[in-house]
């Protein structure tokens, strides 16, 4: 069965735009493809991790001016609704919106691949292989990955956790 892609808007930080787009044509990437991966990505990074806290609102709606204090461009992104749907989830378990979680994911692809400019190869065509190679070794640190969302994504202070309810205490024995 084939899975119906719609394309998104998002309203998203232009620098991270430009960037992300520089990263995708040095290494020869599709854009919209790899923009849903890293997206997907940090969705299930951040449903693994549930100890993470919720945004209050005052943290929301000071994120919220941060993000429009800058210059927003719209990016278009070609997403299932089964992703839009776990995007929604996300969004609304750390009180957060979709162009906030988009920004943050495609900044920090930006920040994890290093650009070729840093380095020098023999084999050019191999490069985007190595880069993305090398970026899964910067992806396994979870202490550095945990500690990034809390200072940029989830700033809040409300539990996420769901209480458990006690089984009662059966006197039968």
């Known amino acids: 069965m084939n899975k119906k892609y719609l394309s998104r808007k998002f309203r998203v930080d232009a620098a991270v735009v430009q960037n992300f787009h520089l990263l995708c044509d040095e290494l020869a990437l599709k854009k919209e493809y790899w923009a849903r991966f890293f997206i997907e990505y940090e969705i299930e990074f951040l449903a693994r991790n549930k100890g993470i806290r919720r945004n209050t609102e005052p943290a929301y709606v000071w994120l919220k001016q941060q993000r429009e204090s800058r210059r927003l461009?719209?990016?278009?992104?070609?997403?299932?609704?089964?992703?839009?749907?776990?995007?929604?989830?996300?969004?609304?378990?750390?009180?957060?919106?979709?162009?906030?979680?988009?920004?943050?994911?495609?900044?920090?692809?930006?920040?994890?691949?290093?650009?070729?400019?840093?380095?020098?190869?023999?084999?050019?065509?191999?490069?985007?292989?190595?880069?993305?190679?090398?970026?899964?070794?910067?992806?396994?640190?979870?202490?550095?990955?945990?500690?990034?969302?809390?200072?940029?994504?989830?700033?809040?202070?409300?539990?996420?956790?769901?209480?458990?309810?006690?089984?009662?205490?059966?006197?039968?024995?």
């Open 73 to 173: 461009e719209v990016l278009s992104i070609k997403m299932t609704d089964d992703a839009v749907l776990k995007l929604d989830i996300i969004c609304k378990r750390f009180n957060i919106d979709r162009a906030m979680l988009v920004e943050f994911a495609l900044r920090s692809a930006c920040e994890r691949i290093p650009t070729s400019r840093r380095l020098s190869v023999q084999r050019e065509d191999l490069l985007p292989l190595y880069l993305l190679e090398q970026s899964f070794g910067n992806r396994l640190k979870q202490d550095d990955r945990m500690a990034k969302v809390k200072n940029e994504l989830v700033i809040g202070t409300k539990t996420t956790r769901i209480p458990i309810k006690k089984a009662e205490e059966d006197d039968g024995w």
